[in-house]
């Protein structure tokens, strides 16, 4: 049996006389005018040369070698591989191992004749030397798009981004789920606990379902604060960022620490605000320490917050100061009573939240989709399983991301109100947990620089 074996590489598809296409009809062409009709095609198409790791190439050597092929026929040499080291290896000790002659359409050579054999290492380095000088244009050229501010392009754009006339375009469903992963990571949760809360909602992005991967991946790449990097070198990107830079310098200080997730302490009964106290000086979080009171030894120990980068060597030391807990929670339970109802809707946003109108345009984009499938149905593109079965599909994400406006649109209101008729008896008498979950439910977070102390609510 007669192997043709084709490949193109991405960068290539687009030039004349190396589609996948051209070389198939060429090849086939040539064979029949060799008077050989039994043949068999291997297609690798947008892979390398660079390397054999690939799908085609890996069956035709393992038809080789079971004895199945008498003569591998490429378009040209460098089809077969561009590594000098890979194409000798190949042809010595796989075909010609074997008995197989090879055979290269455009040089005009095979292995069966003197010539042919001699020839093939002089093209093998020269067909490395192309590679080469290739990889090193690609690379100039992508340093000198970062340079001007643009991402470097890629088979793989941002999450949250749409890679559109050269540039990137935030895509607003994926960046609201950009957002809510960073949320989510400062109020403690891990990439896998992140992962699963955003699949539990039905939501995806454009290369798929959330993994713990893909999140920390998010949580690290600074084109989200509106910055481009290659090669090692940064510089101020052209695009629109998705998360201001207190924030991710503030999840990139939690990430460093040994066991990259947030710091925790186990909880202290009287440290309500424990997990919710950050630095404004360093962004790092608060923690919990116990200090001996007085300068006398074996004093009485007192519990204090105090900023985690005060307490690692390995990092500069944050000089924000410290606040015993008592003192401190009493002064935000004070807040806490303070507030009124009426003050609540006050402050309260009065327009829907912005995921809802951003949900409701990836909706809208199902809806045309269900339409498409049906209209592509009725030309008889899709058989009736085919289509229920993407229709199915279709529907379980609509229905997650319907749950999930019902949800925003109605939760705050009456649960805050609640919370707050029965505020002043949880805090004179409830227990810690009970407190605790008070805090939870009213408070996102409180930002600390020396004593002044600033209160972001769950309502804002």
Partial sequence: MIANYIRVSTAEQMKEGYSIGEQQERLRAYCFAMGWKDIKVYTDGGYSG???NRPALQELIKD???GKISRVVVFKLDRLSRSQKDTLELIEDVFTANDVDFVSMSENFQTS??????????LAVFAQLEREQIKERVTIGREARAK????????STPVGYDYINGGLVVNDFEAMQIRNIYELYLSGMTFTEIANELNDKGLTHKHGRWLPQRVRRVLTNPVYIGVVTFGGQTSAGIHEAIIDQKTFERVAAIIKKPTGKPYKRRPISEAYLLGKLYCERCGARYTHIRLTSGHKPGGRKLSYYCCSNRLHKNVVRCDNKNHRCDSFDGVVLDELRGLRFADVLKYRKQT???NVAVIESKLDKINKQRSRLFDLFSVGTFDVDELSAKIAELDAVKRSLEEQISESRQRPVKDIKNIISNMGDIIDNGTPEQIRLLIDSLI???DIDGEDITIYWNFD
């Fill in 50 to 52: 660079g390397n054999m």
């Fill in 64 to 66: 080789v070698k079971a």
């Fill in 113 to 122: 004749t003197p010539f042919g054999r001699a020839s093939i290492g002089i």
């Fill in 148 to 155: 001007e501010g643009k991402w470097h392009g890629g088979n």
């Fill in 352 to 354: 829907e939240p912005d």
């Fill in 444 to 446: 996102n977070r409180v």
